[in-house]
C-alpha cells in the first residue's frame, strides 16, 4: 500500500516509501549526537488532493465511528485496528465549576479526558496505530522503551492483538505502570539507568532480533497515532476550531500528533485556520521550552513529580519545535506545587482524576487565566493524557488518608460535626 502515504524527514526533506519497516530517516540518524535531540524524525504524508476528491468531508467525520479515519492513516485495513475502543473519549464543557473560587470564567473551557482510554493513557492512540501496522505487515513481537504510561500502553494494546510485547524500563517507573505492564502479559525489562538508557537497549534489542519498535518520535507511526484526537476534538466542537490547546509536553510528541491531527485538516481544506497549540511543561523539566531559541542544545537534568513528562532530552524537539515555529504555537511551565493545586481544583471541581503530568496541562490553563491571557468567548480545550491512579505517589503529599474509628455512629457524628452542616 505505498501509494496512500509517504514519510518525509522533517530535517533533509527526503522522501521514503512507506512500504517496510522505517523510524529515523537514515542519513540524518548517523549524524545524530548523543546529548542532543535526534534528527531525523519524520512526518507521514498522504495524497491529500486524492483524499479531498474521493472523501467528502461529512463521510471522513462519518468514518470516526466506522473505521477511525482510516483514509488518513497509514493502514490498508480497518480490520487489522485494535478491538478495544481506541481514542473516542468525552469533550466536557466546564461551565461553572469554579463557582466559590476567585474565578470569573467568561470562555469556553473543554476538557478531553483520554485517560479513557483502554490502558488509561492518550498512548493507546500510538500504540494502537503501531500495533495495527505491525499486524498488517506480519510482524508478531513489539518493543517499546518507557517510563511507564507508553509501555504499559503497548503491552495492553499487543495483548488484544495477540502480538508479543518486550518493554525496557527505567527501574524507577510507577509501580502502577509496572503492574500494568506485567498484568497484560509483557515482557518487562527494568533496567538500572535512565530512560535514554533503556531507549538505545530497546533499538538494540530490534536491531538484532527485527522486533517493530515503537520508541516515542523514534518509530514515525507513534506521532500519527496521537493526531486522531484532534479529529476528534474539531467533531466534537461541532466542526469548530478551538481557539487554544492546553498540551502536556515532555518529548514534544503530543505536541507534534495535535498538531498534524490539525495540519492534515488545513491540507485537506476543511479547516482555514490552526488553533493556538501551548506547550505545559513542568518547571523542573522545561528542555523544550529552554531549547526554543537556543542555536546549540542544552539539556538541564529534569526533575518534577510530573514522571511522564520529565525528559533531558526530547525526542521529538525539532519537529515539535518546527511546528512551533510555523504555527505561532505558545509555551508555558509550571511548578511542581501549581500542579499539586490544580490536580486538587481538578479532581474536586469535575470529578477527572489525572496524572500530574496530564494535570500540568490544566495548571498550564490556570496560569494563563490568572495572568488574563484567555480572551473572553473563546474557545479553550486541556489534553487530559491519563489516569491519576498511574502515580498515587505523586498525590500523597496533598491528601491525608484518616485515622480509623471504631463502626460506631459516635464517632462518625464527631466528623459529621466538624465536615458537614447540620442538615442535608
Ligand atoms: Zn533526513
Excluded at 48 to 55: F, P
Excluded at 170 to 194: D, E, F, H, S
Excluded at 336 to 358: H, K, N, V, W
Aim: aromatic share 10%.
Amino acid at each position: 500500500m505505498p501509494d496512500k502515504f509517504h514519510f518525509e524527514c522533517v530535517d533533509c526533506k527526503t522522501k521514503y516509501l512507506g512500504d517496510k519497516v522505517m523510524y529515523l530517516c537514515p542519513p540524518c540518524e548517523k549524524e545524530n549526537k548523543p546529548g542532543l535531540p535526534p534528527r531525523g524524525v519524520l512526518k507521514t504524508i498522504y495524497d491529500y488532493s486524492a483524499i479531498r476528491d474521493l472523501t467528502s468531508t461529512e463521510k471522513l467525520f462519518q468514518s470516526l465511528e466506522e473505521d477511525h479515519f482510516m483514509p488518513l492513516l497509514p493502514l490498508s485495513s480497518y480490520s487489522y485496528w485494535p478491538n478495544l475502543n481506541i481514542g473516542r473519549t468525552p469533550l466536557y464543557r466546564i461551565n461553572d465549576c469554579f463557582s466559590g473560587e476567585e474565578y470569573n470564567q467568561d470562555f469556553e473551557l473543554y476538557l478531553k479526558d483520554d485517560s479513557q482510554n483502554p490502558t488509561f493513557s492518550f498512548k493507546d492512540r500510538a500504540s494502537a496505530l503501531v500495533s495495527a501496522w505491525a499486524k498488517e505487515n506480519g510482524i508478531k513481537t513489539l518493543i517499546a522503551a518507557s517510563t511507564g504510561n507508553a509501555g504499559s500502553s503497548l503491552a495492553g494494546i499487543c495483548a488484544s492483538q495477540g502480538q508479543k510485547a518486550m518493554i525496557v524500563v527505567p527501574a524507577a517507573a510507577p509501580l502502577a505502570k509496572l503492574t500494568q505492564i506485567l498484568m497484560y502479559g509483557a515482557n518487562l525489562v527494568p533496567v538500572r539507568g535512565t530512560y535514554d538508557d533503556a531507549f538505545d537497549l530497546s533499538v538494540q534489542i530490534s536491531e538484532k532480533y527485527g522486533y517493530y519498535n515503537r520508541n516515542t518520535a523514534y518509530n514515525p507511526l507513534t506521532i500519527e497515532g496521537k493526531k486522531t484526537v484532534s479529529f476528534e476534538l474539531y467533531r466534537q466542537l461541532n466542526h469548530q476550531v478551538p481557539d487554544r490547546i492546553f498540551i502536556p509536553a515532555g518529548d514534544g510528541v503530543i505536541y507534534a500528533g495535535v498538531c498534524k491531527g490539525f495540519e492534515d485538516l488545513l491540507k485537506l481544506g476543511i479547516i482555514d485556520r490552526m488553533p493556538v497549540l501551548v506547550a505545559v511543561q513542568a518547571e523542573g523539566s522545561r528542555n523544550l521550552i529552554n531549547n526554543l531559541k537556543n542555536k546549540t542544545f542544552v539539556a538541564t537534568p529534569s526533575k518534577t513529580i510530573a514522571d511522564s513528562i520529565s525528559v533531558d532530552v526530547p525526542k521529538c524537539f525539532h519537529m515539535a519545535a518546527g511546528y512551533m515555529d510555523e504555527y505561532h504555537g505558545e509555551a508555558v511551565s509550571v511548578s511542581d506545587q501549581e500542579i499539586l493545586q490544580a490536580s486538587l481544583l481538578l479532581s474536586r471541581s469535575t470529578g477527572i482524576f489525572s496524572e500530574p503530568a496530564a494535570v500540568a496541562a490544566f495548571a498550564g490553563m490556570l496560569k494563563y487565566w490568572d495572568q488574563g491571557l484567555i480572551p473572553a468567548q473563546s474557545k479553550n480545550v486541556v489534553l487530559l493524557t491519563g489516569s491519576g491512579l498511574k502515580d498515587l505517589t505523586a498525590v500523597q503529599s496533598s491528601i491525608q488518608i484518616p485515622d480509623a474509628v471504631e463502626p460506631d455512629i459516635r464517632s462518625v457524628e464527631k466528623i459529621i460535626q466538624k465536615n458537614f452542616s447540620q442538615t442535608s
